[in-house]
């Protein structure tokens, strides 16, 4: 029998599976500022990360998982943790601040964390390459040729 897959004080601790079963920031930014996709080699799932930029902040963030519900989990909860923070600290957080952030997971399934925070950081990478040309501020100021 399995035994192993509800919460039932068994594997997942109440925040993960609140997160699994109610994750937040699902789908996907129409015009995003920065894009991240993540591959774990581990189990080969993947995970994409669409942020919106405003002010050098996180404005908005959606993400699709196609992994398992510690991926889910993950994925969810760094989005909370990371909107409306400024870029540069966004980018600091690491998959074990996710973890501990859902009060831990499974050692088994720590490798699912990874994909959440790298994530988040090849996105704020990609809107950071596409936005270095000089100009710090509002880059949106441009006049059509
Ligand atoms: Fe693939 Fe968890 S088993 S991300």
């Known amino acids: 029998m399995n035994k192993s897959e509800r919460s039932g004080g068994t594997m997942y601790t109440d925040k993960v599976m609140d997160h699994f079963m109610n994750p937040r920031n699902v ?15 581990v189990c080969g799932d993947v995970m994409q990360m669409f942020i919106k930029v405003k002010d050098d902040k996180i404005a908005d963030i959606k993400f699709k998982t196609f992994g398992c519900g510690a991926a889910i989990a993950t994925s969810s909860m760094v989005t909370e943790m990371v909107k409306g923070k400024p870029v540069g600290e966004a980018v600091k957080i690491s998959n074990k601040m996710v973890a501990e952030a859902l009060g831990g997971l499974p050692p088994q399934k720590m490798h699912c964390s990874n994909l959440a925070a790298d994530g988040v950081q090849l996105a704020i990478k990609d809107f950071l390459s596409k936005n270095s040309k000089g100009s710090k501020t509002s880059a949106s100021k441009k006049q059509g040729k």
Request: glycine share 26%.
């Open 27 to 41: 789908g996907e930014i129409p015009d995003p500022d920065g894009v991240g996709t993540v591959g774990n080699p």
